[in-house]
């Protein structure tokens, strides 16, 4: 792709169709800005970060039906083990209004937020948006505004919304990929031991499979494969957070001796 000279060079990362579309189409009739990258896959956004060090990124968060394996979540991790002369502008998507995971990305290098479910959101206005940071002058000729950045509304949350933004910001911190099934699993057995109570892991873990019509073996496997792959991929990282003695033949926390330490852990500190 041939870059203008002064043009701001922006890699996409966007696994719906429509928006990455919408965000290509409106690239090609501005002269201000290039797109060195259009991808549904953080594995690939990542190595093109490293090759063409593009001035800004636009990243969904979720990634949920990318070709990848990673979330934007994994992605932000393994774009702060790169030493780039310059840090990229990174600029989130998102479908969750959770003020929680909100502050988590903003500590890993996200500079604004736009939540793509508040009205008035579209691609268009987070490419204007870019372009008013990078020239400020740009706000003459455009219908841009700064109240343009659509981040989350303040909204009063049941304490189901809250228990689950909690739930969801513990298991980024520790970087458990949302693509993960486990992932939900887990989510799902520690949500259940808000409304149990005291009720024993392996039920909470029976119930899951129940609610899921799932065998129970299956359940157990696929939370298995989350843990596992989490430790495998950054185990210091995950042992930050997790701070339970692991098996040393295993490598990794049990299932049940997971949502066990996150139920004990999550009711200590939001009960």
Avoid at 10 to 23: G, P
Avoid at 102 to 110: A, F
Avoid at 155 to 172: G, M, Y
Wanted: hydrophobic share 35%.
């Amino acid at each position: 792709m041939q870059m203008e000279s002064g043009s701001m060079a922006i890699l996409l990362v966007e696994d719906e169709k429509n928006d990455r579309q919408a965000f290509v189409e409106y690239a090609e009739s501005c002269s201000d800005i290039v797109f060195v990258g259009a991808t549904d896959s953080g594995e690939d956004a990542f190595e093109i970060v490293k090759n063409a060090q593009p001035e800004a990124v636009i990243l969904d968060l979720e990634l949920n039906f990318g070709n990848g394996s990673w979330s934007g979540i994994d992605f932000l991790n393994e774009l702060q083990t790169l030493n780039l002369p310059q840090s990229p502008i990174i600029v989130v998507t998102t479908n969750t209004p959770s003020q929680i995971v909100h502050s988590l990305i903003r500590g890993k290098g996200v500079a604004f937020i736009f939540y793509k479910l508040q009205p008035g959101y579209e691609p268009k206005k987070v490419i204007d948006f870019l372009l008013l940071v990078r020239n400020p002058a740009f706000i003459k000729s455009s219908n841009v505004s700064k109240q343009s950045v659509l981040t989350s509304s303040p909204r009063k949350d049941s304490k189901e919304d809250t228990i689950t933004e909690k739930i969801e910001a513990e298991l980024d911190m520790l970087g458990v990929s949302r693509k993960y099934v486990g992932r939900n699993y887990i989510a799902e057995a520690l949500k259940l031991s808000f409304a149990k109570g005291g009720e024993a892991t392996s039920s909470l873990i029976r119930e899951v499979a129940d609610n899921e019509q799932k065998e129970y073996s299956s359940v157990v496997r696929a939370m298995e494969t989350a843990i596992k792959n989490t430790w495998y991929d950054n185990k210091e990282e995950a042992e930050k957070h997790y701070t339970v003695r692991v098996d040393k033949r295993r490598g990794y926390p049990t299932p049940s001796d997971f949502v066990h330490f996150y139920k004990e852990k999550l009711q200590k500190l939001y009960v």
